[in-house]
C-alpha cells in the first residue's frame, strides 16, 4: 500500500506477463449499454454496493429512511493515517526537505499534530499506538527512498523528486456518474500501469469486487483498459504488516460487481425494504437498528 518506484516496477512486469481476457462489454467504456449501463439514474458508493449486507438493507436504512450509523472505527482509523502521512511526506519534500533524516524528524514532530485528529477513535482499544505505527511505517518507508533518489539523482527538482518518492496518487478521485457510482476515491492508484489498490483492514471475499467498480468508473472517463488491481490487507501486529494480493480484474469480478450495483439501485428506486438476510454481520453498523439476525 506504500509503494515505492521499485515495487511498480517489478508490477509492471509482472502486469506485462500475465494473460488475461477480458470482455469489450465489461469495460467501463460500454457505459452506454448493458449490462454496464446502469439501471437507474441514482448513484451509490463502491462501499454501498458492497457493504456488509448480504440483502441491501443497509442500502434503504441509509438513503431511504436516512437513518444514520456509525463508522467501523478500525478501518477508518488506519485509512486516514495512512492518506494523512503520505500526503505530509509530499507537503516535505515540497517545502524542500531532501534528506532522510530530516525528513523522519519533521515527520515524528507532525504526527503530535495529527494525533489530535485521532481523538474521534479513542474508543477503540490502542488506537494512538495504531495510529503512531502506520505513521512511522509511512515514514520509515519514504524517508529510506528519499536518501536513494537523492543519491542518484542529486539535482531534482521539488516536483520530480517528490514524483519518485511517492509515485502514486492517494485517495484518487474518479467520477463514477457513468457507471452508476458517486466520484469514488480510489485508495491508491499506480498510474504506470495503470493499476488500483484498495486497502483493508479485514478478509472478505467480496472486498475484491471494489477493484472492479474502480476500474469500470476509470475506464468510462479514460477509456484505458484498467486489468489489474491489489486488495492490500493491512493489520496492526505491535506494528504494521501489509500484503497485496496482485489480482486480473476478470470478467466474473464485473459481473458480480454490476450485479450487486443493480440489485442495489432497485432498491433506491422501488423503495421496497428487502427484509434480513439469515444471518448479519457481527460488524453491521446497522445491528442496534434492525435488530439484525446473529
Ligand atoms: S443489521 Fe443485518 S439486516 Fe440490518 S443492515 Fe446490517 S446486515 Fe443488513
Redesign the pocket.
Known amino acids: 500500500m506504500i509503494f515505492t518506484l521499485d515495487q511498480i516496477a517489478l508490477y509492471a512486469k509482472r502486469a506485462r506477463s500475465t494473460p488475461r481476457s477480458i470482455s469489450e462489454e465489461l469495460r467501463g467504456w460500454r457505459w452506454n449499454e448493458p449490462p454496464v449501463f446502469p439501471s437507474s439514474s441514482r448513484t451509490l458508493g463502491v462501499s454501498d454496493v458492497l457493504?456488509?449486507?448480504?440483502?441491501?438493507?443497509?442500502v434503504f436504512?441509509r438513503y431511504v429512511k436516512w437513518v444514520r450509523s456509525g463508522t467501523e472505527p478500525r478501518g477508518s482509523l488506519i485509512h486516514e493515517t495512512y492518506a494523512s502521512a503520505v500526503e505530509t511526506v509530499k507537503r516535505f519534500i515540497y517545502e524542500g526537505v531532501s534528506d532522510g533524516n530530516q525528513l523522519r524528524s519533521s515527520m515524528l514532530e507532525e504526527f503530535y499534530t495529527f494525533m489530535k485528529r485521532l481523538d474521534k477513535y479513542r474508543d477503540f482499544p490502542q488506537y494512538l499506538e495504531v495510529g503512531r505505527a502506520m505513521w512511522d511505517y509511512v515514514s520509515s518507508v519514504y524517508s529510506s527512498e528519499l536518501d536513494r533518489a537523492v543519491q542518484r539523482s542529486p539535482f531534482l527538482a521539488r516536483d520530480s523528486l517528490a514524483s519518485m518518492i511517492v509515485p502514486f496518487f492517494v485517495e484518487y478521485p474518479v467520477d463514477g456518474s457513468l457507471v452508476g457510482l458517486n466520484q469514488v476515491r480510489v485508495d491508491a492508484f499506480i498510474p504506470q500501469i495503470p493499476m488500483v489498490a484498495e486497502m483493508k483492514t479485514g478478509v472478505r471475499k467480496k472486498y475484491e469486487l471494489s477493484l472492479a467498480g474502480y476500474a469500470l468508473a476509470y475506464e468510462s472517463n479514460f477509456e484505458t483498459p484498467v486489468d489489474f488491481g491489489l486488495l492490500c490487507y493491512v493489520k496492526y501486529e505491535g506494528r504494521i504488516n501489509v500484503r497485496c494480493d496482485f489480482k486480473v480484474i476478470s470478467d466474473r469480478m464485473r459481473e458480480e460487481f454490476l450485479e450487486e450495483r443493480d440489485k442495489r439501485l432497485e432498491i433506491l428506486d422501488k423503495e421496497i425494504d428487502p427484509?434480513?438476510?439469515n444471518?448479519?454481520?457481527p460488524h453491521?453498523?446497522?445491528?442496534s437498528?434492525?435488530?439484525?439476525?446473529r
Do not use: E, M
Open positions: 457493504s456488509t449486507c448480504p440483502t441491501g438493507r443497509d436504512l427484509g434480513l438476510p444471518f448479519c454481520d453491521c453498523p446497522f445491528l437498528v434492525c435488530g439484525g439476525k
